[in-house]
């Protein structure tokens, strides 16, 4: 009998789990029983599952209270896009809700977008840590929030090398909002006025980005 690994090489025993013949090289003695090394590594991982699902899970509930604050869920969930766009959706309900002609309807938005986020946050969580995603009931966002919302991340993270450079919208909107509010204390313009025009637009903005993009990866 040769080693299924070596064709050249006597076997000197079987894998315990798979019965594969095996030569002296590609034995793993434990305790005086063979395994081959595909076998001893399935078996080591099987073990550790339960750490890594209490883990995950922990992760998912830490994404849940962190998701209480605009943005910062999507952020531990490293999709950054998307706590960008609770931010603009937060940051616009709370200029809605103070200035406008429908007050009422919009401050009645925030308490629901508010658990919405949360909840979100938990569900993309446990599925990144490979966990089912019904254990939380799935909120019914309303119409508006679901063509908001932005893709998921992929799940597996990119080699840096093999990353597409991703132009800095995070930074390029952090400006855009510092000059706003310059130019509302300089007196250029009323700040309550250009936000109820402008964080549509933002949004807008953000929802052709994200478009454009998965049309971009699809090609
Ligand atoms: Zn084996
Ligand atoms: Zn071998």
Not at 2 to 29: I, Y
Not at 194 to 199: K, L, T
């Amino acid at each position: 009998m040769k080693c299924a690994v070596h064709p050249e090489v006597d076997a000197t025993g079987f894998c315990r789990n798979c019965g594969k013949a095996l030569c002296s090289e590609c034995v793993r003695d434990v305790k005086g029983i063979y395994y081959c090394e595909p076998c001893l590594a399935a078996m080591v991982q099987q073990a550790h599952a339960p750490v890594n699902r209490r883990r995950g899970e922990g992760h998912a509930w830490a994404a849940f209270g962190l998701g209480f604050i605009p943005g910062l869920g999507a952020v531990y969930n490293g999709e950054y896009t998307k706590a960008i766009v609770h931010v603009a959706i937060f940051a616009g309900l709370i200029t809605l809700a103070s200035t406008g002609p429908r007050q009422s309807f919009y401050g009645g938005l925030i308490p629901i977008f508010c658990v919405y986020m949360p909840i979100e946050a938990l569900i993309t969580a446990r599925k990144k840590a490979g966990l089912s995603a019904s254990f939380a009931p799935a909120p019914a966002p309303t119409p508006a929030m679901e063509s908001l919302q932005a893709p998921a991340e992929p799940a597996e993270p990119v080699p840096a090398a093999d990353r597409p450079a991703r132009p800095p919208v995070a930074a390029i909107i952090l400006i855009v909002i510092g000059a706003m509010f310059l130019l509302d204390t300089l007196g250029f313009w009323n700040i309550g006025r250009a936000i109820d025009v402008g964080w549509p637009l933002i949004l807008i903005g953000i929802g052709g980005y994200l478009l454009w993009k998965r049309k971009w990866r699809a090609t």
